[in-house]
């Protein structure tokens, strides 16, 4: 892969003061964090220390394997402390208001990453902080996976161009911030799932018409194989997302039309990838002949977490 292809190669920092959701990024500042991103996977020397001295904080409300361990490695690679509040702690708001958190976390903090059940919870820590918030997981969207996903995609590829990749599944936070960085980066993308499980209208509606100004659509398909016909990427998700559990047995019968399988990959691109933020349920939205199959680039997207987190913490705490 040549390192210069993730152009613009520039390291500028980011306008935005939060990154609450994918589209806080301007097209420019998404290909950059990406470029970035791919150097520092190629040379991971060159980022070291970049934050030293600086310390970030995880405040988590749900569990997590993923997004914990690249943030805390990540920071630690750069030089920086994280320390890691445990979802065991309640949710923030509990013990008292966001207002205070934030007000206490950035007298000593350099950024916070939270991992929320409410999106707002993490608008009222943004309003109220000094230092830049970052969204590990909402329920409305989930920017940090989508930023690894596309890492993902282009280094597959060698280019977002004339690229379709399907999204088959529940329309949760994950779709929604694959729709707003679809539509950024100009790649096509078809969402299909039971009637009553689709994407947010709202967010269909301004990913649609990023999209349509980037030359891409974004398309709602109730056929799963229409969705998935000549598609680059096939895309899933658990159909039972954290917070919904008392929903799961109606899921499981809403969605069982719609596994990810053999046959279902064979109706796309010869070369297409199969993608999933993880963690999975063999034999539910995929096959295990599917996510162990030469076609899976989930452990590269959980790889690329940590690549991309480092762009995205030398971006906003450092501005470069
Ligand atoms: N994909 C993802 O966010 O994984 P975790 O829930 O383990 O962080």
Not at 84 to 99: K, L, N, S, V, Y
Not at 194 to 205: S, T, V
Request: aromatic share 8%.
């Amino acid at each position: 892969m040549n390192i210069h292809a993730f152009a613009p190669a520039s390291r500028p920092g980011l306008e935005t003061a939060h990154f609450l959701r994918d589209s806080d990024l301007s097209d420019h500042e998404l290909r950059s964090l990406l470029e970035v991103a791919y150097q520092i996977k190629i040379e991971p020397e060159s980022c070291r220390d970049s934050l030293k001295h600086r310390a970030i904080v995880l405040m988590f409300e749900k569990p997590s394997l993923r997004t914990r361990m690249t943030f805390e490695l990540a920071a630690a690679q750069l030089g920086a402390l994280a320390v890691f509040q445990d979802h065991r702690d309640g949710r923030i708001g509990e013990r008292e208001p966001a207002r205070d958190i934030a007000r206490n976390l950035d007298r000593w903090f350099d950024a916070i990453v939270a991992r929320t059940y409410s999106h707002r919870t993490l608008e009222q820590l943004a309003q109220w902080s000094s230092v830049p918030v970052i969204n590990a997981l909402s329920e409305s969207y989930h920017p940090c996976q989508a930023l690894a996903d596309f890492l993902t995609i282009r280094e597959r590829f060698g280019s977002f161009e004339d690229l379709r990749i399907a999204y088959v599944g529940d329309g949760n936070n994950v779709a929604h911030s694959l729709m707003y960085c679809a539509a950024q980066l100009g790649v096509s993308i078809s969402v299909c799932g039971p009637p009553g499980f689709g994407p947010r209208e709202a967010d269909l509606a301004v990913a649609t018409a990023v999209a349509e100004a980037h030359g891409s659509t974004v398309d709602v398909v109730a056929d799963i194989r229409e969705a998935v016909r000549d598609a680059a990427a096939v895309y899933t998700d658990v159909w039972t997302s954290m917070g919904w559990e008392d929903e799961t047995q109606q899921r499981r019968i809403a969605f069982d039309a719609y596994q990810i399988n053999d046959a279902v990959m064979t109706l796309a691109r010869e070369d297409a990838i199969f993608m999933h933020c993880l963690p999975a349920l063999r034999g539910q939205e995929v096959s295990d002949a599917v996510i162990e199959s030469d076609r899976s680039v989930v452990f590269d997207q959980a790889e690329n977490r940590l690549h991309a987190h480092k762009a995205l913490l030398m971006m906003m705490v450092n501005g470069a």
